[in-house]
């Protein structure tokens, strides 16, 4: 019960996002019920939202100018969208 308690507050606070959404998308694919197709797009996705998530960090720590580091950041949350929604189609 404190986990989820630390969750919502973790979702809340943006700055915190980054820490526990891997982790909590890493605990879905514990369980053994789910079939091969389900925990390979859970997979994929993972990999894509990690990859997001690191260049999203890398952007803020190295573009200075407010203006570009936000098109950058959206267009990067735009692709790892698109690209995840693009496995998911592929895969089923």
């Known amino acids: 019960m404190h986990f989820i308690k630390t969750l919502i507050l973790a979702a809340i606070k943006k700055e915190a996002s980054f820490y526990w959404l891997p982790r909590f998308f890493g605990l879905l694919l514990l369980p053994g019920f789910l079939f091969d ?6 997979f994929q996705s993972l ?15 190295y573009l200075h100018i407010e ?9 990067t949350k735009i692709f790892s969208i ?8 592929y895969l089923l």
């Open 67 to 75: 203006i570009i580091k936000l098109q950058c950041v959206s267009l």
């Open 37 to 42: 197709t389900e925990s390979l797009i859970l």
């Open 47 to 61: 990999v894509f939202l990690h990859a997001s998530l690191g260049l999203e960090t890398i952007i803020e720590d």
């Open 82 to 89: 698109l690209l995840i929604n693009l496995n998911i189609l």
